[in-house]
């Protein structure tokens, strides 16, 4: 028997025992081989979908995207939905990355930042302006392991109802139960925290 490692880290993780039957299933039934217009991609696209729905609790009226990264996420976040502002709140490197691209993509991010390791006071926080288009905020900061409830995050979002609120559970989904009224986009990563199944 292969020795078990157990890590304290967000991701990567540890294999679940039954991802290489997964693998061989899905290499058998050429799923890396199909069509992405085909209707066994569309099949296993309403599978995941259906899924996650279930999983994290989204309303009929939100959609499902599946994108290649975080930096596309907060490529495409800022250039599709943000004119000019976005609100940061900084408190590692994946927070402060979203941050820069703001700054590259020639917005005018304003941001509230602690050092590493460190949560964020909201009761204590200087407001930002009342122009904010999209507030980013980190629930998990993947960097440093630091968490924001649920509550603060909510709090944010009632506080700037006019901003887009965009949450990063990249470290901690399906866990933090949002609530998708006040939360207009929540991402995250398959290497993190789910597993996958291909077949």
Not at 172 to 193: C, E, I, M
């Amino acid at each position: 028997m292969k020795p078990v490692y157990t890590y304290l880290t967000p991701g990567p993780s540890a294999l679940f025992p039954s991802v290489a039957t997964h693998l061989q299933n899905a290499l058998e039934a050429q799923v890396p081989s199909i069509s992405h217009r085909g209707v066994a991609f569309q099949d296993i696209y309403q599978e995941a979908d259906q899924h996650l729905r279930a999983l994290l609790g989204l309303p009929a009226n939100y959609r499902v995207l599946f994108c290649a990264s975080a930096n596309e996420i907060w490529e495409r976040l800022l250039q599709n939905c943000v004119a000019h502002t976005s609100a940061h709140l900084v408190n590692g490197a994946f927070s402060r990355r979203f941050y820069q691209f703001a700054l590259w993509l020639q917005k005018t991010p304003y941001l509230n930042e602690v050092a590493e390791g460190q949560g964020f006071e909201i009761s204590q926080m200087p407001p930002f302006p009342a122009d904010v288009e999209l507030l980013a905020l980190t629930q998990n900061e993947t960097s440093t392991g630091v968490a924001m409830p649920e509550a603060d995050l909510h709090a944010l979002a009632r506080q700037y109802p006019d901003a887009l609120t965009v949450v990063d559970m990249v470290s901690s989904a399906p866990y933090p139960a949002l609530d998708y009224g006040l939360v207009d986009s929540a991402y995250f990563s398959v290497q993190k925290l789910l597993g996958f199944r291909l077949v």
